[in-house]
């Protein structure tokens, strides 16, 4: 970026910007690498270090076992997938998605399970929780007999 957007200065210099969200009754905060116009003051993030700090939260939240509406909305929005989206890959109806992260209804240990390794694995930029969930709906027809090759043993 050359220009400020805001005021269409030419004087955008490179920082660390302290960040902050509100995730329930919980503030995180970070330094994070921006551009910042020195006319206007305002300042632009990259996506993927908002994108590094949201997923910094979301593991502090799992790693604290963090389970209010606000956490459950926050870490579903870290896995990149919309609401109904998550109901479906998990089995349940948008409408029990929706009551948890209303707070009117808990989620359950094994669903909180499965939230935990999705966020994990945009992480490492992995995808093999989704998959393998997504293969439950369509599942393939195994021939009555299968041979196996085995590795041996050290």
């Known amino acids: 970026m050359t220009r400020c957007v805001n005021c269409n200065a030419r004087a955008l210099k490179k920082r660390l910007v302290e960040r902050m969200r509100a995730v329930g009754d919980h503030v995180f905060a970070a330094k994070l690498p921006a551009e910042v116009c020195t006319v206007c003051a305002t300042q632009y993030f990259a996506d993927v270090a908002v994108e590094s700090f949201d997923l910094g939260i979301a593991a502090a939240l799992l790693d604290a076992g963090a389970t209010g509406a606000q956490a459950l909305k926050f870490l579903r929005s870290v896995t990149g997938l ?29 669903t909180y399970t499965v939230l935990r390794q999705l966020v994990a694995e945009r992480q490492q930029h992995r995808t093999n929780t989704a998959d393998f969930l997504q293969s439950l709906k369509r599942p393939k027809r195994l021939p009555k007999r299968v041979n196996l090759l085995l590795r041996k043993a050290a």
């Open 82 to 110: 919309q609401g109904k989206e998550f109901a479906d890959l998990i089995g349940v109806r948008p409408e029990t998605v929706s009551r948890w992260e209303q707070g009117r209804g808990a989620i359950d240990r094994a």
